[in-house]
């Protein structure tokens, strides 16, 4: 069992940055890929970002590629979303998961995958 917390979420001025972080509980985190995604008011829930296990391999939907860093420190059980140069269309409640993975490589972005949901943290850019 992973239960995992984030924080950091709240309001920002478009072109702001924002820093969210994820603790996960246990002594098995090293063996989880990690993900953030987010959903919107009236939008479904969408892939942000992965990081694999080793940390080594990331991805990130186009929409945010060049503005957020997803990254990991397996010593502090943790992972972090980096967002900067934030727009209104950033707005969403944003949940880091995680999806136990056998390789430490892979990365997982398919969110059917993901074994652990955290009760997310809002995140609302204003115009």
């Known amino acids: 069992q992973v239960q995992l917390v984030e924080s950091g979420g709240g309001l920002v001025q478009a072109g702001g940055s924002l820093r969210l972080s994820c603790v996960a509980s246990?002594?098995?985190?090293?063996?989880?890929?990690m993900g953030w995604f987010r959903q919107a008011p009236g939008k479904e829930r969408e892939f942000v970002a992965a990081?694999?296990?080793?940390?080594?391999?990331?991805d990130y939907v186009d929409s945010v590629k060049g503005r957020f860093t997803i990254s990991r420190d397996n010593a502090k059980n943790t992972i972090a979303l980096q967002m900067n140069s934030l727009k209104p269309e950033d707005t969403a409640v944003y949940y880091c998961?995680?999806?136990?993975?056998?390789?430490?490589?892979?990365?997982?972005?398919?969110?059917?995958?993901?074994?652990?949901w955290g009760q997310g943290t809002q995140v609302t850019v204003s115009s």
């Open positions: 246990g002594r098995t985190f090293s063996l989880y890929a």
């Open positions: 990081i694999s296990r080793s940390g080594d391999s990331t």
């Open positions: 998961a995680a999806a136990f993975e056998s390789w430490p490589m892979n990365l997982v972005t398919d969110q059917d995958r993901y074994d652990y």
